[in-house]
């Protein structure tokens, strides 16, 4: 029984050893959320941190900010979506598709 314990111990301990690695690498994997068919584009890493927006000069229309602002804020939560699937798939299989709060 004590061996099966330490045994046990030994593959949850892996386990939590991969689980970290995986979801470092979670951070210098990158997404990109766009709209307006381009011209707004934004740049996510795995742990949902904006690294870059671009935005084409075609976008920007003085008279317009309102659509601009719009147009960042699609890009922004497309990038986001596709960052929160990104976590789900690396780390989904080690949770088998359970949410575990504060993991990812």
Do not use: R, Y
């Amino acid at each position: 029984m004590n061996n099966n314990m330490n045994q046990m111990m030994k593959q949850v301990k892996k386990m939590q050893e991969q689980m970290m690695k995986a979801q470092e690498e979670l951070g210098t994997k990158k997404v990109e959320g766009t709209s307006g068919g381009g011209v707004v584009s934004v740049e996510v890493n795995g742990h949902k941190k904006v690294i870059a927006i671009n935005i084409k000069p075609e976008a920007v229309d003085p008279d317009d900010v309102e659509m601009l602002q719009d147009l960042i804020l699609t890009a922004v939560n497309d990038a986001l979506t596709k960052a929160e699937e990104l976590a789900n798939q690396d780390m989904g299989k080690f949770t088998n598709g359970m949410k575990i709060p504060g993991l990812f």
